[in-house]
């Protein structure tokens, strides 16, 4: 059974973390994955994914040698850089993880120039293009292979 | 409730509708199990913001990550392609893009063609009424004349071709290679009570505008009111069998987890090409120690999945993204066999429009154009909806090492043993994927694409699942006849993409369906003398 409530240590460094990958723009008015709401976002989207997220977690504090997020902005960033350099399966789940919640928040769509909606009803529009393109293949004689 | 039926079919999903729905006209008692629920169309993804995450969670394409009640876990890690589907009223064609192609003329022959693998025992004009039949059901849009095909109708105007499709469209033009609109069964009008596309952009974890021809709202709307009755959450155990040999019911669990028996005549099994050398495996008794209808040694055996690779890059001018249908043209330039090339047989190339801009993001990062930090924000904003992607449908001959048998160890929530998978893709595949490659970063580049990587193959891609109880003349070679009876079962049918004796090179669903129309009305002609 997996406990899908991580500790208080693991949130500061999955917090910490989590705007390192994304973090605010002042250029595009768009807040970190850090954010307040993208974040408590975050920590109910884990869900079937907590395991791997927590054993991310745990290799981000091997590295550090104890709390990530307590370690200074220059070490920070070199732990970060060589846990993503390492890789593997839990540290790409936790990314996703992150990605997914950032690029559904309403101030990120928006910047974007998008609209903060799910697709459905709304739908979007998708022009004919252009056909006349066809004209060439039209011409074209049949080449399928004919069978005995 | 378990009263004999005449006519029991096991699962619901393309083939099981189908063929649910050709034998209603005969008035038999006509009973379908079901392992799944039926849907709703409010439940589905596109209807939250969360649509993306969904295809990671209770919408993902693989059972084993999805994990839903009505899912059965799989152990494909000795495969590099990994088996997805769905399993619900509708089975997999909740969750699949609708890309509809029909297998070519050439395909039904290529013993005969190339000196590879079987011929099949039917061929394409057998089934070109059925193909018909099955199209006005489904609803097919598209349109007529392609060069690359036999001349068929289509029931609706195709989809648009949008910034992605012309893009492509005049690239390949520039090429001179051929493309044309891919035919779908995505409704693109009103049709039979469906709603048009609105270009949701997210087709595969099901269509919340029910555009999408699942054969929940195609085939068993029609089959229920002609009589058929649909038992749902109620997954099979075993078939059993006589004294005589012939299958006389099945051993399923209903919704309650409560094991019952359900005597039948006929049995038709259509749970697709692991689901059912699966079942069959799991069906032992005195006289088939080794798997019903499997005196060939063959169930299970000579898995094909088409391995699917996938290349894709970014250009300057901004695309449809995560706007519209992901299904827009298609190429089957490189189809038919060529010998100046060093492989037989071929590959059908799929241009996709974009994803959801969040799934963009998931996959840039992974691929490693989008940095953390400081720069994450101006190398999003570079590719995001600037994505064009040639998926390859690549033709996998039949090997017999490629194969369902059971885990010994894995079993679902009833304790039912679960499939296990072993596939490698095979010599042939492989230098023709080598060619399909080349060819899709020439298209690439000649649109100007940068960013150009390929994923090969790409893992969850393993939605068609063919060969593993092929049709064949000879029992010895084959565990179902040319009309899907087993050799030897005399009252046991395979309808499903089991049958397939080679694959060809395209989406199967088409085919698969108009081979389980064919066998419905094969059975109807032969019902005087079904067992003889």
Same mark, same amino acid.
Request: aromatic share 8%; hydrophobic share 40%.
């Given at each position: 059974m997996?406990?899908?409530?991580?500790?208080?240590?693991?949130?500061a460094?999955?917090?910490c973390?989590?705007?390192m990958?994304?973090?605010?723009s002042?250029?595009?008015?768009?807040?970190?994955?850090?954010?307040?709401?993208?974040?408590?976002?975050l920590?109910?989207s884990?869900?079937?994914?907590?395991?791997? /997220?927590?054993?991310?977690?745990?290799a981000?504090?091997e590295?550090?040698?104890?709390?990530?997020a307590?370690?200074?902005?220059g070490r920070? !960033?070199?732990?970060?850089? !060589?846990?993503?350099?390492?890789?593997?399966?839990?540290?790409a789940?936790?990314?996703?993880? /992150?990605l997914?919640?950032?690029?559904?928040?309403a101030?990120?769509?928006?910047?974007?120039?998008?609209?903060?909606?799910?697709?459905?009803?709304? !739908?979007?529009? /998708?022009?004919? !293009?252009?056909?006349?393109?066809?004209?060439?293949?039209?011409?074209?004689?049949p080449?399928?292979?004919?069978v005995? | 409730m378990?009263?004999k039926?005449d006519?029991l079919?096991?699962?619901s999903?393309?083939s099981?509708?189908?063929?649910?729905w050709?034998?209603?006209?005969?008035?038999?008692? =006509?009973l379908?199990?079901?392992?799944?629920?039926?849907?709703?169309?409010?439940?589905?993804?596109?209807?939250?913001?969360?649509?993306?995450?969904?295809?990671f969670?209770? $919408?993902?394409?693989?059972?084993?990550?999805?994990?839903?009640?009505?899912?059965?876990?799989?152990n494909?890690?000795?495969?590099?392609?990994? +088996?997805?589907?769905?399993?619900?009223?509708?089975?997999?064609?909740?969750?699949?893009?609708?890309?509809?192609?029909r297998?070519?003329?050439?395909?039904?022959?290529?013993?005969?063609?190339d000196?590879?693998?079987?011929?099949?025992?039917?061929d $394409?004009?057998?089934?070109e009424?059925f193909?018909t039949?099955?199209?006005?059901?489904?609803?097919?849009?598209?349109?007529?004349?392609d060069?690359?095909?036999?001349?068929?109708a289509?029931?609706?105007?195709?989809?648009?071709?949008?910034? &992605?499709?012309?893009k @492509?469209?005049?690239t390949?033009?520039?090429?001179g290679?051929?493309?044309?609109?891919?035919?779908? +069964?995505?409704?693109? &009008?009103?049709?039979?009570?469906?709603a048009?596309?609105?270009?949701?952009g997210?087709?595969?974890p099901?269509?919340?505008?029910?555009?999408?021809?699942s054969?929940?709202? &195609?085939?068993?709307?029609?089959? =229920?009111?002609?009589g058929?009755?649909?038992r749902?959450n109620?997954?099979?155990?075993?078939?059993?069998?006589?004294?005589?040999?012939?299958?006389?019911?099945?051993?399923?669990?209903?919704?309650?987890?409560?094991?019952?028996?359900?005597?039948?005549?006929?049995?038709?099994v259509?749970?697709?090409?692991v689901?059912?050398?699966?079942?069959?495996?799991?069906?032992?008794?005195?006289?088939?120690?080794?798997?019903?209808?499997?005196?060939s040694?063959l169930?299970?055996?000579?898995l094909m999945?088409h391995?699917?690779t996938q290349?894709?890059g970014?250009?300057?001018?901004?695309?449809?993204?995560?706007?519209?249908?992901?299904?827009?043209?298609?190429?089957?330039e490189?189809y038919?066999?060529d010998?100046?090339?060093?492989?037989?047989?071929?590959?059908?190339l799929q241009?996709?429009?974009?994803?959801? +801009?969040?799934?963009?993001?998931v996959?840039?990062?992974?691929a490693?154009?989008?940095?953390?930090?400081d720069?994450?924000?101006?190398?999003?904003?570079?590719?995001?909806?600037?994505?064009l992607?040639?998926?390859?449908?690549?033709e996998?001959?039949?090997?017999?090492?490629?194969?369902?048998?059971?885990d010994?160890?894995?079993?679902?929530?009833?304790?039912?043993?679960?499939?296990? @998978?072993?596939y490698? @893709?095979?010599?042939?595949?492989n230098?023709m994927?080598?060619?399909a490659?080349?060819?899709?970063?020439?298209?690439?580049?000649?649109?100007?694409?940068r960013? +150009?990587?390929?994923?090969?193959?790409?893992?969850?891609s393993?939605?068609?699942?063919?060969g593993?109880?092929r049709?064949?003349?000879?029992?010895?070679?084959?565990?179902?006849?040319?009309?899907?009876?087993?050799?030897?079962?005399?009252?046991?049918?395979?309808v499903?993409?089991?049958?397939f004796?080679?694959?060809g090179?395209v989406?199967?669903?088409?085919?698969?369906?108009?081979?389980?129309? $064919?066998?419905?009305?094969?059975i109807?002609?032969?019902?005087?003398?079904?067992?003889?």
């Amino acid at each position: 059974m997996t406990d899908e409530t991580l500790t208080a240590t693991e949130i500061a460094d999955l917090r910490c973390l989590a705007g390192m990958i994304v973090p605010a723009s002042a250029k595009y008015n768009v807040p970190g994955a850090d954010d307040d709401a993208i974040f408590a976002d975050l920590l109910n989207s884990i869900e079937r994914d907590t395991d791997h /997220v927590r054993a991310a977690l745990a290799a981000l504090r091997e590295r550090a040698g104890g709390s990530f997020a307590d370690l200074d902005v220059g070490r920070r !960033g070199e732990v970060a850089a !060589g846990l993503r350099a390492e890789g593997g399966v839990p540290l790409a789940v936790l990314t996703r993880n /992150v990605l997914l919640c950032y690029y559904r928040d309403a101030r990120v769509l928006r910047s974007l120039g998008l609209e903060a909606r799910p697709p459905f009803p709304g !739908g979007h529009v /998708v022009d004919q !293009g252009d056909w006349s393109l066809l004209d060439q293949v039209r011409t074209r004689p049949p080449f399928w292979r004919a069978v005995p | 409730m378990n009263d004999k039926v005449d006519v029991l079919i096991i699962g619901s999903g393309a083939s099981g509708a189908a063929v649910a729905w050709s034998l209603a006209d005969t008035k038999m008692r =006509i009973l379908c199990l079901e392992q799944g629920d039926w849907m709703k169309q409010s439940d589905f993804p596109s209807n939250g913001t969360d649509y993306a995450a969904q295809l990671f969670r209770d $919408y993902a394409t693989s059972p084993n990550i999805r994990r839903r009640p009505s899912d059965y876990p799989i152990n494909d890690d000795a495969s590099p392609i990994k +088996v997805v589907n769905f399993n619900a009223v509708g089975g997999s064609t909740v969750m699949y893009t609708a890309h509809y192609p029909r297998l070519h003329p050439s395909d039904f022959k290529v013993r005969s063609l190339d000196g590879v693998a079987d011929d099949w025992p039917i061929d $394409y004009r057998v089934l070109e009424p059925f193909f018909t039949e099955n199209d006005r059901m489904m609803g097919t849009s598209g349109l007529a004349g392609d060069p690359a095909y036999p001349a068929h109708a289509l029931m609706m105007p195709p989809l648009p071709l949008g910034r &992605t499709g012309t893009k @492509i469209a005049r690239t390949m033009n520039t090429l001179g290679w051929h493309w044309w609109p891919s035919d779908t +069964v995505l409704a693109t &009008t009103e049709y039979e009570g469906r709603a048009p596309c609105i270009n949701l952009g997210h087709c595969t974890p099901a269509c919340a505008q029910g555009a999408k021809a699942s054969t929940d709202i &195609t085939y068993w709307p029609n089959a =229920i009111r002609a009589g058929v009755e649909l038992r749902t959450n109620c997954r099979v155990r075993e078939i059993t069998v006589g004294a005589d040999g012939m299958a006389n019911g099945v051993v399923y669990y209903d919704a309650n987890d409560v094991e019952q028996f359900q005597a039948a005549e006929v049995v038709i099994v259509a749970c697709n090409g692991v689901g059912t050398p699966r079942l069959l495996l799991n069906s032992v008794s005195g006289k088939f120690p080794n798997g019903l209808a499997n005196s060939s040694g063959l169930v299970g055996k000579n898995l094909m999945f088409h391995p699917w690779t996938q290349i894709y890059g970014y250009v300057d001018e901004p695309m449809d993204g995560h706007r519209g249908p992901p299904l827009c043209i298609w190429s089957q330039e490189f189809y038919e066999t060529d010998p100046s090339r060093d492989f037989v047989r071929g590959f059908n190339l799929q241009f996709n429009r974009g994803m959801p +801009v969040a799934t963009e993001a998931v996959n840039t990062e992974a691929a490693g154009l989008v940095p953390w930090g400081d720069g994450h924000h101006d190398a999003f904003r570079a590719l995001v909806g600037h994505r064009l992607t040639v998926g390859v449908c690549s033709e996998d001959l039949p090997e017999e090492h490629n194969r369902v048998t059971l885990d010994p160890v894995l079993k679902d929530r009833h304790g039912i043993p679960a499939p296990k @998978i072993e596939y490698t @893709i095979g010599d042939n595949t492989n230098r023709m994927l080598d060619f399909a490659v080349a060819r899709a970063r020439d298209i690439m580049q000649a649109a100007g694409a940068r960013h +150009v990587d390929v994923v090969r193959p790409l893992p969850l891609s393993g939605w068609h699942l063919l060969g593993t109880a092929r049709m064949g003349n000879d029992p010895e070679r084959s565990v179902v006849n040319g009309w899907g009876r087993s050799h030897d079962v005399k009252n046991l049918f395979i309808v499903d993409g089991s049958v397939f004796v080679t694959g060809g090179g395209v989406n199967p669903t088409s085919t698969i369906q108009a081979v389980a129309l $064919y066998i419905a009305d094969q059975i109807k002609q032969r019902l005087a003398t079904l067992f003889d």
